[in-house]
């Protein structure tokens, strides 16, 4: 069973910066790509950046490029985003998977709120 289990997110003021971390069980990861995924109410959840099983090669949604950076830990199952220079459009609710995504596999995902 795949879990995918999303933490780091809070409130941050413009500017700011956050890390999320997601823990990944049920899969091989290490063959796995994954990305950060990112929803608003009322949108679709869109993904924010990408990363090949190796960590070598990532994509990045033009309105997060420059800002955000995607890492991982094959070692420990994990997945981070580093997020700087936050702004209020950064708000959403970020989640974690594979790319492509797994429909069944959504986690909780962690709330970042930048208020305007």
């Known amino acids: 069973q795949v879990q995918l289990v999303e933490s780091g997110g809070g409130l941050v003021q413009p500017g700011g910066s956050l890390r999320l971390s997601c823990a990944a069980s049920?899969?091989?990861?290490?063959?796995?790509?994954m990305g950060w995924y990112r929803q608003t109410p009322g949108k679709q959840r869109e993904l924010v950046a990408r990363?090949?099983?190796?960590?070598?090669?990532?994509y990045y949604a033009e309105s997060v490029k420059g800002r955000f950076t995607i890492s991982r830990d094959n070692a420990k199952n994990m997945v981070y985003l580093q997020m700087n220079n936050l702004k209020p459009e950064d708000t959403a609710v970020y989640y974690c998977?594979?790319?492509?995504?797994?429909?069944?596999?959504w986690g909780q995902g962690t709330q970042v709120t930048v208020p305007s």
């Open positions: 049920g899969i091989i990861f290490n063959s796995q790509r």
């Open positions: 998977n594979t790319f492509p995504s797994l429909a069944a596999s």
């Open positions: 990363i090949t099983s190796g960590g070598n090669t990532n």
